[in-house]
């Protein structure tokens, strides 16, 4: 792996709290401004990939648009950890390596820093994620296949698949904190000295830590905290079951060999931060999200006549895509 | 990354409407005036352009098209694996993407690189084809370990190129950067930890000149081992002109058992044994040895005699380095980096188009080709009409190129040049007093400014429409950058 320490990974997507707060809080804005203006807060993709604004509200249906509500910041957030639930079932219905699952939610979770839920349906965007992240990690899954797979349109995953590149800037190198895992339970076998019987509680240490990344991998926590500091956190909470070491004692260990800039009061401070996303994570009940459909439908201004309408229009558009292999070049 | 509005994914609606009508250039393509195309490949085209904006007026990228993958494939893999790698490296030695474009109509990508002039398949072919007399031992090596540094870059980064070659490592032209090396064509690059599949089944299809044994006899796994055999084999190429191993290319199957290329490599290496190269009975090729290449004899060794090298040269000590055929022993850049060779004279420098000899010929590269009629996917007029080799020689453009040279001469050296050994400032003062006039009032690293001004003022004369130079074709047959 490239290094994370000179990465856009480190350099451009870890922000203070109050930085993500303000991300999402510019997202939600933005939509509620739309829906305002327009009626309607769903951009529309077409069959090339670009994206355009809804078009002005037509008059009589000015009254029924402006009873649309906009989900507020906390509605977004369950709306984007249901998919990320989502997303995570997708990957194992394809047997996918975790690696793919840890970089399509990591995608995910940044395209949401750029846009609201209210703006592209987060459906499409997480099977796009999968997508983008199976080409990334080379395990070729083509778009149909993975449409197929789960009953959807692929098309609109190669529709969205620029715009989700786009938005992540193009920074598609990320680092899940798996890996960091292995790799202090390696250096742990050294720290303890470790013999064979030991070698099996280090196995089942590095088992519960997993387990604890997949669940800080659902929180914000990734957004703030390098990998490496999400997996201290995981194996930190793993060993307070299995108590294979002093802890603190083998932080320190890690902050002297590493020459770090970090006082071991810091390090402690960002783990007890991490615990602490992963204790207030809420995961919306069946109510929460039938109330935020609802409203979600209210803002794209969904009727079923409409759904009918967009449904033609898309399939014309590819049709016309199809027509011409390669497109109509540059215009 | 991206066109600036265009980056959070913002301003992506302005940009449509754009797209919307076919005459019109797209609005990205606007900042540039498009010159012509300049490569052609696999992956797609690559085109010249001279930016037009205010700041950096004139300067050239190179824009490189991704044909669209597969229908039905989305964005081109190979695009997007390009991409992906640059945005996380910088190095003097690695080319540079200087922007990401989209043209939404056909989902096509185009990177923007910084220009360079040559690189070293055409100054190879030159020397061959040309002037008819061997690349000069300074350039030589400083192209080398110019070559190395990037490599090393790559490889502490977990990167593996996997298709270097010499049309792939470039050479910057006039500017302050000139005769800088940078390494290019990262779409097969790979992260170590990616799972690595054959080559055969990316569909590309890549030199086998360059490919190292391991490789040939079906190893599945690469390491940066396969970039230091590719390494060795350019080494050879700038001693000799041509090629090392000039294998013919099996085409039968997908990925067919390139005997040929081996037959090359143990004719002049010899046959590799098990007692050098342990792991040679696993390698699948030589275990089924269905051509059978175990029970064929070859001569002894005659590497040296094939590059005209003494066997007790410190050129032919780390070039054999880099041709071990054991992977596991073969050397790594930054052992190369260290390597005696690297420490006697003629010591490398940052330049490597200008000689260190005072006596020493300059050797005038041709300019890239410029293909002006083919335009921009049929779309585009081309505006520009003189030759792209005239670059800062364009009125107007005077101005901040000179001051642009001027500024380079007190420049500190760069991090490069600090790798190098000690000794050779010294070494290239007399060098130079020759090209400066014996005078050295600002330090050495001007000495080579000196030289490489006098240098750029001859190539600004080559580039006089009234001293073209004779009998070189303007025009040839594009290949893969």
Same mark, same amino acid.
Request: hydrophobic fraction near 40%; charged fraction near 20%.
């Given at each position: 792996m490239a290094d994370f320490q000179t990465s856009t990974h480190r350099a451009k997507w870890i922000f203070t709290p109050q930085e993500l707060v303000e991300k999402y809080k510019a997202a939600n804005q933005r939509a509620i401004q739309t829906l305002e203006k327009y009626g309607t807060t769903q951009m529309e993709v077409d069959a090339d990939g670009s994206?355009?604004? +809804?078009? +002005?509200?037509?008059?009589?249906? #000015?009254?029924?648009?402006? !009873?649309?509500?906009?989900?507020?910041?906390?509605?977004?957030?369950?709306?984007?950890?249901?998919?990320?639930? &989502?997303?995570?079932?997708?990957?194992?219905?394809?047997?996918?390596?975790?690696?793919?699952?840890?970089?399509?939610?990591?995608?995910?979770?940044?395209?949401?820093?750029?846009?609201?839920?209210?703006?592209?349906?987060?459906?499409?965007?997480?099977?796009?994620?999968?997508?983008?992240?199976?080409?990334?990690?080379?395990?070729?899954?083509?778009?149909?296949?993975?449409?197929?797979?789960?009953? =959807?349109?692929?098309?609109?995953?190669?529709?969205?698949?620029?715009?989700?590149?786009?938005?992540?800037?193009?920074?598609?190198?990320?680092?899940? +904190?798996? !890996?960091?895992?292995?790799?202090?339970?390696?250096?742990?076998?050294?720290?303890?000295?470790?013999?064979?019987?030991?070698?099996?509680?280090? &196995?089942?240490? =590095?088992?519960? #830590?997993?387990?604890?990344?997949?669940?800080?991998?659902?929180?914000?926590?990734?957004?703030?905290?390098?990998?490496?500091?999400?997996?201290?956190?995981?194996? !930190?909470?793993?060993?307070?079951?299995?108590?294979?070491?002093?802890?603190?004692?083998?932080?320190?260990?890690?902050?002297t060999r590493q020459n770090s800039e970090h006082t071991i009061s810091q390090l402690i401070e960002s783990l007890n931060a991490i615990d602490t996303w992963v204790r207030k994570y809420k995961f919306p009940t069946e109510k929460d999200m039938k109330h935020i459909n609802r409203k979600l439908k209210s803002c794209w201004g969904h009727s079923s006549h409409d759904d009918k309408k967009r449904e033609k229009k898309r399939h014309k558009s590819n049709k016309s895509s199809n027509e011409i292999p390669n497109g109509p070049s540059i215009g | 990354m991206g066109d600036g509005n265009n980056t959070s $994914?913002?301003?992506?609606?302005?940009?449509?409407?754009?797209?919307?009508?076919?005459?019109?250039?797209? %609005?990205?393509?606007?900042?540039? @005036?498009?010159?012509?195309?300049?490569? %052609? $490949?696999?992956?797609?085209?690559?085109?010249?352009?001279?930016?037009?904006?205010?700041?950096?007026?004139?300067?050239?990228?190179?824009?490189?098209?991704?044909?669209?993958?597969?229908?039905?494939?989305?964005?081109?893999?190979?695009?997007?694996?390009?991409?992906?790698?640059?945005?996380?490296?910088?190095? %003097?030695?690695?080319?540079?993407?200087?922007?990401?474009?989209?043209?939404?109509?056909?989902?096509?990508?185009?990177?923007?690189?910084?220009?360079a002039e040559y690189d070293l398949y055409e100054i190879i072919r030159h020397h061959r084809d040309k002037v008819n007399h061997a690349i000069n031992q300074y350039t030589v090596k400083s192209l080398l370990w110019q070559l190395l540094n990037g490599l090393n870059y790559l490889h502490s980064n977990w990167i593996i190129h996997r298709d270097l070659k010499p049309s792939n490592i470039l050479v910057m032209g006039d500017g302050d950067e000139q005769g800088v090396v940078k390494i290019a064509d990262f779409g097969l690059a790979r992260i170590y930890q990616a799972p690595l599949k054959p080559l055969s089944e990316n569909g590309v299809v890549v030199t086998i000149w360059y490919r190292a044994p391991e490789l040939l006899l079906g190893a599945k796994h690469y390491t940066s081992a396969v970039d230091m055999w590719a390494v060795g084999c350019i080494f050879a190429e700038l001693l000799t002109l041509k090629p090392l191993f000039q294998g013919a290319e099996a085409k039968s199957t997908p990925n067919p058992f390139q005997l040929d290329q081996l037959d090359k490599i143990f004719k002049i290496l010899g046959h590799p044994?098990? %007692?050098?190269?342990?792991?040679?009975?696993?390698?699948?090729?030589?275990?089924?040895?269905?051509?059978?290449?175990?029970?064929?004899?070859?001569?002894?060794?005659?590497?040296?005699?094939?590059?005209?090298?003494?066997?007790?040269?410190?050129?032919?000590?780390?070039?054999?380095?880099m041709l071990e055929y054991d992977p596991r022993k073969r050397i790594t850049a930054a052992q190369a980096l260290e390597h005696e060779y690297f420490r006697i004279e003629p010591l490398p420098g940052r330049n490597a188009l200008v000689p260190s000899q005072p006596g020493e010929k300059i050797v005038n590269y041709p300019t890239r080709p410029v293909d002006q009629n083919t335009d921009f996917e049929g779309t585009t007029s081309i505006q520009q009409s003189q030759p792209v080799s005239s670059g800062n020689a364009?009125?107007?453009?005077?101005?901040?190129?000179?001051?642009?040279?001027?500024?380079?001469?007190?420049?500190?050296?760069?991090?490069?040049?600090?790798?190098?050994?000690?000794?050779?400032?010294?070494? @290239?003062?007399?060098?130079?007093?020759?090209?400066?006039?014996?005078?050295?009032?600002?330090?050495?690293?001007?000495?080579r400014n000196i030289a490489a001004q006098a240098h750029q003022q001859q190539q600004l004369r080559r580039k006089d429409p009234g001293m073209n130079m004779p009998g070189y074709p303007p025009q040839q047959k594009s290949r893969r950058l």
């Open positions: 994206l355009s604004y +809804p078009e +002005p509200i037509a008059r009589d249906n #000015a009254d029924k648009h402006s !009873r649309a509500k906009p989900l507020n910041i906390e509605e977004e957030q369950f709306m984007r950890v249901f998919y990320e639930n &989502k997303l995570r079932e997708v990957c194992s219905a394809f047997y996918f390596p975790n690696k793919i699952q840890a970089t399509a939610l990591i995608y995910f979770k940044r395209f949401y820093l750029q846009w609201s839920v209210m703006e592209h349906h987060p459906k499409h965007i997480m099977l796009t994620c999968v997508y983008a992240a199976c080409k990334i990690e080379e395990n070729h899954v083509s778009a149909e296949e993975l449409g197929k797979g789960i009953s =959807q349109d692929h098309q609109m995953i190669l529709n969205y698949e620029m715009i989700v590149y786009q938005s992540l800037e193009f920074d598609l190198i990320v680092y899940a +904190p798996y !890996r960091s895992v292995e790799g202090f339970v390696n250096d742990m076998e050294e720290f303890c000295g470790a013999k064979d019987e030991q070698n099996q509680i280090l &196995k089942d240490l =590095q088992e519960t #830590a997993r387990i604890e990344v997949d669940k800080i991998m659902l929180t914000d926590a990734p957004h703030l905290f390098p990998p490496g500091q999400l997996a201290l956190a995981a194996l !930190r909470c793993a060993n307070e079951m299995h108590r294979v070491l002093d802890f603190e004692r083998y932080l320190r260990s890690i902050l | $994914g913002r301003g992506i609606a302005a940009n449509n409407t754009t797209s919307s009508s076919n005459s019109e250039k797209p %609005e990205w393509l606007q900042q540039y @005036n498009l010159l012509g195309k300049i490569g %052609e $490949g696999t992956y797609g085209l690559v085109f010249l352009a001279r930016i037009k904006s205010q700041t950096n007026r004139g300067k050239c990228i190179a824009i490189k098209k991704f044909k669209q993958s597969k229908d039905g494939d989305g964005v081109s893999p190979t695009a997007i694996r390009e991409i992906m790698l640059l945005r996380e490296i910088t190095h %003097e030695n690695v080319v540079k993407l200087v922007n990401v474009h989209i043209n939404h109509a056909d989902m096509s990508l185009y990177l923007a690189f910084d220009y044994t098990l %007692e050098k190269w342990p792991t040679l009975g696993n390698l699948p090729h030589w275990q089924s040895d269905s051509q059978h290449i175990q029970g064929h004899k070859y001569d002894n060794a005659g590497l040296h005699s094939v590059v005209h090298l003494s066997l007790k040269s410190h050129a032919f000590d780390l070039l054999s380095k364009v009125a107007g453009n005077m101005g901040g190129a000179h001051a642009g040279r001027n500024g380079s001469v007190n420049r500190p050296m760069p991090a490069p040049m600090q790798r190098m050994p000690q000794g050779m400032m010294a070494y @290239n003062f007399p060098a130079q007093a020759g090209v400066a006039g014996g005078m050295n009032p600002g330090g050495i690293p001007m000495q």
